[in-house]
């Protein structure tokens, strides 16, 4: 396999193999959304290299916004502050280290 890291921000062309259904849902999902099937993979992957590849490491988990409400609505003034300054300086120093590119 040839593995050249492209040192500039031009595109590449490449070539993989993919899950026929997974396909299908892709190039379904592309055009609900009204792009290509390329905008769509392209943005997948910036997704995954901004975010999703640090998610586990950092403790990260997904919530609805109106469950996060609900959440803090049972929770007085004090308390949230509280919550974000013992944590909110260890969650952002590693979110801050995570970060390698610029996308």
Excluded at 37 to 47: D, F, G, P, Q, T
Excluded at 49 to 59: A, K, R
Excluded at 82 to 95: L, R, Y
């Amino acid at each position: 396999m040839n593995n050249k890291l492209v040192k500039n921000n031009k595109s590449i062309n490449l070539s993989t193999r993919i899950d026929g259904k997974a396909y299908t849902e892709l190039l379904e999902i592309a055009g609900f959304k009204g792009i290509s099937l390329n905008s769509l993979i392209n943005s997948i992957i910036k997704h995954y290299l901004i975010f999703e590849q640090f998610s586990e490491d950092l403790g990260l988990v997904s919530l609805t916004k109106p469950t996060l409400k609900k959440i803090f609505n049972t929770m007085d003034d004090e308390t949230i502050g509280k919550i974000a300054k013992n944590v909110g300086g260890d969650c952002s120093t590693g979110i801050n280290l995570s970060f390698k590119g610029d996308f």
